[in-house]
């Protein structure tokens, strides 16, 4: 498992297009598609499930 530490010095730069950004990100993908490394999915709510949570986060709140 990669860990988000390893990926500090790519998200601490505002530039994700940058040359040396791009190559570590490459580098990873390539270990990640050869089962090398273990790398875990970001989960992204869609629209609906984000204003669910956020009914329910005010109802808490009352």
């Known amino acids: ?3 988000a530490q390893l990926f500090k010095m790519i998200t601490d730069t505002g530039d994700k297009i940058g040359l040396l950004d ?3 990100l490459g580098k990873y993908l390539r270990l990640w ?3 090398e490394i ?3 999915m970001l ?3 869609t629209r ?3 204003e669910l949570k956020d009914l329910c986060r005010q109802r ?3």
């Open 43 to 45: 989960f992204v709510s």
């Open 33 to 35: 598609k050869r089962k």
């Open 22 to 24: 791009s190559d570590k």
């Open 48 to 50: 609906q499930q984000y």
């Open 38 to 40: 273990e790398l875990s």
């Open 1 to 3: 498992m990669i860990r």
């Open 60 to 62: 808490a709140l009352k």
